[in-house]
């Protein structure tokens, strides 16, 4: 990885830093740019946290955190032993203001050590509950300001509960910071395949012309997980699918489809189209929820030959449970371009495998010359595990035979014989080079919000009983999710197998 531009020096503060977060991806995601030398000597982390600690034990904790890591398979020799010189620990109630206290030190140690302005990135990696309360605490301490350097702050996921909580979140951040100092990270944003949407669709004239109502059927994108809940049960009984996976990932990977091109490759250009899409979204009234939207919980059944459990029978979910794990949705824009072509959005738990996709399903050609009818083009952008990009089209098979038969172009990334970069790697770097194009802005936080509430609302006054919500589980784990989401698709399309 390579950049035109290094960062200012600068301090991390991970709050959370001894939390899993910290541990499996944003450690060792610093530590690559670290050791790829794209942080510069003048830079620090301080790890913060509840737990008591020491300087010496975090600095434990961090190198073993790299050690099991499959992302920092390629340490260098004394490398590790540098980076721990990089780390520093302060523990303390984030209610009160001692710990920020001791944070300010800790920039103030920084600034005298580097020579330079007490730049700042602070990183929330936090149940949601401690966000506004850490942000209150920074700004109360004047760690907010930046008049003796910048000062940033990182958002994980879930940015609220519904349009009514994020709007009060986001009113609390802005007492504190302005918009241009707060990143709300979608680490999906930060993935290679993301990004290639863009440049393949706007750097290549074959697509863009395509990329409309006169010719794109409809569009799928699936997130699908085969995990179970693996110990998340406290936090994802309050999520469920729809605040864990679409209101946030799977928005972001339509708005991104459907906008139209930026007129330029920039932060607020880029996000300025996104909104445009969301504010074109056909309002979906609450009488209409059954016809558009799908909801499944899943039971027990086989994964890869092995028995699990169903969703109720996960250590600590409710008895009866109506939590949902698999939404299937169907969101229509009403815009020129994508007039009555309908977005199709999918994503569950202990589906037959791990997968994220989206496909841009071409209209059948308007003759039928061919026999045996022809299967509709697919273009299809691979985000996770293997990125990559194909194009399905009909061919002649060889021989005398006028057979036509399907076959696909098939780009992988490992073609440019490179690693991928870890997308968490990728949006640190962004933020503290000052770069928000990858983080979602707040007025389209808000406006994915506005679409999926109306939803919420609708399934969590109708909980799971067979007369009003359906009976959960509704689905097999090792299976695609609900019959009902089959039916959504409709009579001439299928959810493609993956």
């Known amino acids: 990885m390579r950049r035109n531009r290094a960062p200012e020096p600068a301090t991390l503060v991970i709050f959370g830093a001894t939390g899993d977060l910290s541990r499996r991806k944003l450690l060792p995601a610093v ?8 942080l510069g000597s003048a830079f620090n982390i301080v790890g913060v946290g509840r737990q008591e600690m020491t300087d010496e034990a975090f600095k434990d904790y961090a190198i073993a955190a790299l050690k099991e890591s499959k992302e920092t398979d390629a340490i260098q020799p004394g490398s590790l032993e540098k980076f721990r010189d990089l780390l520093y620990y302060e523990y303390g109630d984030f209610a009160g203001d001692e710990v920020y206290d001791l944070v300010g030190k800790e920039l103030d140690r920084a600034e005298e050590a580097h ?37 940033r702050l990182v ?13 009060d979140l986001n009113d609390a951040i802005h007492k504190v910071w302005d918009e241009s100092q707060v990143y709300r990270i979608d680490h999906y944003l930060g993935k290679e395949t993301v990004q290639n949407l863009m440049a393949i ?32 049960a406290g936090y994802y009984e309050e999520a469920g699918v729809v605040r864990d996976m679409l209101q946030n990932h799977l928005m972001q990977l339509f708005a991104l489809t459907a906008m139209e091109p930026p007129a330029a490759f920039d932060a607020d250009a880029i996000r300025d189209e996104k909104v445009k899409v969301l504010r074109a979204v056909k309002e979906i009234p609450s009488g209409r929820v059954k016809s558009v939207a799908v909801r499944g919980q899943y039971g027990p059944g086989t994964m890869y030959g092995e028995k699990v459990t169903g969703y109720r029978e996960e250590p600590n979910v409710k008895e009866g449970s109506v939590t949902p794990t698999y939404v299937a949705l169907k969101l229509e824009v009403d815009n020129w371009r994508w007039q009555g072509v309908p977005f199709f959005l999918r ?36 985000i996770q595990p293997d990125e990559g990009v194909s194009l399905k089209f009909s061919s002649k098979t060889p021989g005398q035979e006028m057979v ?70 509704n689905y097999t784990s090792g299976t695609w999710g609900p019959d009902e989401a089959d039916e959504l698709m409709g009579e001439d399309r299928r959810w493609r197998r993956l």
Not at 31 to 38: A, N, S, V
Not at 210 to 225: C, P
Not at 427 to 452: C, K, S
């Open 201 to 232: 669709r706007f750097g290549n004239a074959i697509f863009e012309p395509l990329w409309n109502r006169g010719y794109v059927d409809h569009v799928q994108i699936t997130a699908s997980e085969d995990l179970g809940l693996e110990g998340r």
């Open 404 to 473: 036509l038969r399907e076959v696909v172009m098939d780009f992988r990334y490992d073609a440019f014989g490179a690693q991928l970069e870890s997308p968490y790697s990728r949006l640190l770097l962004d933020a503290m080079l000052g770069d928000a194009t990858l983080f979602p802005r707040e007025d389209e936080v808000d406006l994915a919000w506005q679409i999926v509430s109306g939803i919420l609302n609708v399934w969590e006054a109708e909980p799971g009983r067979r007369e009003k919500g359906p009976d959960f589980p």
């Open 115 to 151: 020579g330079g302005r007490k730049n700042a990135l602070f990183y929330l990696s936090t149940p949601p509950s401690l966000f506004e309360p850490i942000s209150n605490g920074l700004g109360r301490l004047g760690l907010a300001d930046q008049s003796e350097g910048w000062r």
């Open 31 to 38: 530590f690559g740019l670290w050791q790829d030398g794209l």
């Open 155 to 167: 958002i994980e996921k879930p940015f609220g509960r519904d349009l009514a909580s994020a709007r």
């Open 347 to 382: 994503t569950g738990k202990r589906l037959p495998k791990k997968v994220t996709e989206i496909a841009v399903v071409f209209k059948r050609p308007p003759l039928g010359i061919f026999p045996g009818g022809l299967e509709r083009n697919v273009l299809a952008f691979r």
